[in-house]
């Protein structure tokens, strides 16, 4: 059974959600490790630049594998 539409905006939203608190998490846990001094503000918007070309390069990469399955 295929997954819905509604469900799959869901899982796509959820996803972008995880990965943005995943991206800030590990930057508060490696930046100081290497010396690293970035505000919060800073953090969080460069959690939001690391998820954005994140779900950029998702988009991309399912396009390209969609044309590549699509010439079979």
């Known amino acids: 059974m295929a997954q819905s539409k509604r469900l799959s905006l869901i ?3 959820t996803n ?3 990965g943005y ?3 800030v998490a590990t930057q508060f846990a490696v930046f100081p490790r290497f010396g690293l001094q970035v505000g919060i503000l800073e ?3 460069l959690g939001l630049i690391f998820t954005g070309v994140s779900v950029l390069r998702g988009y991309v990469l399912r396009r390209v594998f969609d044309q ?3 010439k079979r």
């Open 11 to 13: 899982e796509a939203i």
């Open 16 to 18: 972008t959600v995880v």
């Open 21 to 23: 608190v995943l991206a």
């Open 68 to 70: 590549l399955t699509s």
């Open 43 to 45: 953090n969080l918007w």
